[in-house]
């Protein structure tokens, strides 16, 4: 049996936050349930119980959406302590099934649902009806996952593209690298698309400037680069052309002609501040694939629950994104 019995839990699982709805039926929308930090209990058990024990129905099923990497059954966060183990979390909720998926899988399955309205484009493309789209997106860590779909049914592809290492690539790059660099061994993907790597960018654009860096967190650049600052706005235009760079080479590495999707709390706050022209020719500049790489489109995700819609469609049709896996699912 793959059909999920409703009501269904859905919760986004990231690095610092929980997010918990109810979905009361196939295709009904999802209804919030709460919002709670990430390690605010000691097990992601007692946590999602410390929500469900308020309700006056609970949930029967439940897809959790979890931002690290999946072994069948089990997943353990990246950003934080919390291990999961499918039917275990089963047995202690009462739940009669179950699904574990990355938080990049329940983003690349909502786009299966989302609508125009749901998008911000920043480069039109020129997309194949039914080529491969690819979500990815900054946050806590970074993540990305592809959608595969041929006619009806689709496959989800989860990735660790987050540990993939980098280096600078033009002149402005390599001139505030050592700064990005410092204290790292190794410089990962993760390491500057994140919110961590927008303070780590303007810091090292404040070490280039000789100024006395403020003790600021990834909301305090966004915000203070939208008010002006020169030092965070220099360090937000960094960071959007080392994103779209990393979405363009992502591009390629999936041949993404459906469209790439950038998700996640960060990116849709910076949209302001994005420099179209600039992030066109960064995103497509990439010869010898030119060609190739001018019909890839690249949007911002601009719906703060596309996770949730995801994994709501997900529990609806669960062979439609080829999560009928007997291997993956688990069952009380």
Sequence with gaps: MTDFSYPVLVADIGGTNCRLSLVEGAGAPHRPLARIGTG????????????????????????????????????????ANWHFDGPQIGRALGLEQGLLVNDFEAQAASLAVLGEADLATLVTGAPEPGGVRLALGPGTGFGAAA?????????????????????????AE????????????RVTIEDLLSG???????????????????????ADVTTLALDGDPAAL????????LLARVAGDLALAFKATGGVYMSGGIVPRLLPLA?????????????????LAARFALHVVTAHDGAEQGMAAIAAAPARFGLDDPARLWFG
């Design 234 to 241: 220099m360090a937000v235009v960094c960071f959007w052309r």
């Design 147 to 171: 959608l595969v779909t041929r006619g009806s049914r689709g496959v989800l592809v989860p990735t660790e593209c987050g540990h993939i290492g980098i280096g600078p690539e033009d002149p």
């Design 196 to 218: 961590n790597g927008l303070v780590r960018f303007h810091r090292a654009v404040a070490s280039e400037a000789g100024m006395l860096e403020a003790d600021v967190s990834a």
């Design 40 to 79: 605010s209990h000691p097990t992601p058990e007692a946590a999602l119980e410390s929500v469900l024990t308020t309700l006056t129905q609970r949930p029967r099923s439940a897809v959790l959406a979890v931002a690290g990497p999946l072994e069948g059954r089990s997943a353990q966060l990246t950003n």
């Design 174 to 185: 390599e001139k505030i690298w050592p700064a990005l660099k410092a204290g790292s061994a």
């Design 275 to 291: 420099d179209k022209p600039t992030i066109h020719a960064v995103f497509c500049g990439k010869p010898p694939m030119e060609d």
